[in-house]
């Protein structure tokens, strides 16, 4: 499966040489960054495979991810990625992530 920086994607592990949390099985988040040589993508988690939200940075096997469109960001979720668009000045992912919470949080 080919992969790209900004994929959401979901962790379905199969590797046999490393042992994820059981519970962790499902987490979903997006890519921050590939090295093709090693075969593993960084990904910012955003929900636990229980469905709690979280902000965790891992090097993932690229063969433990899969693609997914079932993306549900909540608010907390979404001031992490406001955070991060803050931190890397890119003005138009803040903005169309402030677009997406509810306007009496916007101060419209």
């Known amino acids: 499966m080919e992969f790209q920086v900004g994929d959401w994607v979901k962790l379905t592990p199969i590797s046999e040489t490393i042992n994820y949390n059981p519970k962790a099985k499902g987490a979903r988040g997006f890519i921050t960054h590939i090295n093709e040589d090693s075969a ?3 990904v910012l988690f955003l929900k636990h495979g229980s469905g709690v939200s979280i902000k965790r940075l891992e090097w993932i096997d690229l063969e433990d991810l899969s693609k ?17 668009a803050l931190d890397i000045g890119d003005a138009t992912w803040f903005r169309e992530l402030t677009d997406k919470l509810p306007k009496e949080l916007v101060g419209w």
């Open 40 to 42: 593993a993508a960084k």
């Open 68 to 84: 997914t469109n079932d993306v549900y960001l909540d608010e907390d979720e979404l001031y992490v990625l406001i955070d991060m």
